[in-house]
Antibody, heavy 115, light 105 residues
Framework: EVKLVESGGGLVKPGGSLKLSCAAS????????MSWVRQTPEKRLEWVAS???????YYPDSVKGRFTISRDNARNILYLQMSSLRSEDTAMYYC?????????WGAGTTVTVSS | QIVLTQSPAIMSASLGEEITLTCSAS?????MHWYQQKSGTSPKLLIY???NLASGVPSRFSGSGSGTFYSLTISSVEAEDAADYYC????????FGGGTKLEIK
């Protein structure tokens, strides 16, 4: 069974940092591009970051320079290092397989940025 | 970035009815993808590259469109189709529509 399981979410103060993880199973992780997508409390979906199978990374301007996506192909884990967090980063963060479209999603992990 | 506008925001449909949800792009896009999100769950890929049914998706779902106008059709609505539906494009920068909430009468 293809599965993605996120972890690492929580409550963090503005300006703080958090690192999310996504454990992948049931497919050849190293062969796929992977992404992070977030859903705000208003239910808006936003693309956060993507990493190709070869390790190239892509970000929207809203998180560029603050977030870093990475992957450990030996352990089948996707990461999202988030720093300088802002209240507007509060959301459910989903790990998703793919780049041009997302065909597998995890259940998500909640990040709340608040003082 | 390309803005996707979905309409209607809320749709109420009867069982067995055929419905069409639309997604309008602020600039021309090559493909549109559609996701279904049921309450309390993560989004699920429904249609990719405008008209291709994702694995396991019932054939009552179909997608079409080109340029700046795309649509998702459910040929005969079932109770289990109650959900939020989102369109998504990836031309130069991935963006999502604001969603359509489908309610079953």
């Amino acid at each position: 069974e293809v599965k993605l399981v996120e972890s690492g979410g929580g409550l963090v103060k503005p300006g703080g940092s958090l690192k999310l993880s996504c454990a992948a199973s049931g497919f050849t992780f190293s062969s796929y591009a992977m992404s992070w997508v977030r859903q705000t409390p208003e239910k808006r979906l936003e693309w956060v970051a993507s990493i190709s199978s070869g390790g190239s990374t892509y970000y929207p301007d809203s998180v560029k320079g603050r977030f870093t996506i990475s992957r450990d192909n030996a352990r089948n884990i996707l990461y999202l290092q988030m720093s300088s967090l802002r209240s507007e980063d509060t959301a459910m963060y989903y790990c998703a397989r793919g780049y041009y479209y997302f065909d597998v999603w995890g259940a998500g992990t909640t990040v709340t940025v608040s003082s | 970035q390309i803005v996707l506008t979905q309409s209607p925001a809320i749709m109420s449909a009867s069982l067995g009815e055929e419905i069409t949800l639309t997604c309008s792009a602020s600039s021309s896009v090559s493909y549109m993808h559609w996701y279904q999100q049921k309450s309390g769950t993560s989004p699920k890929l429904l249609i990719y590259s405008t008209s291709n049914l994702a694995s396991g998706v019932p054939s009552r779902f179909s997608g079409s469109g080109s340029g700046t106008f795309y649509s998702l059709t459910i040929s005969s609505v079932e109770a289990e189709d109650a959900a939020d539906y989102y369109c998504h494009q990836w031309s130069s920068y991935p963006t999502f529509g604001g969603g359509t909430k489908l309610e079953i009468k």
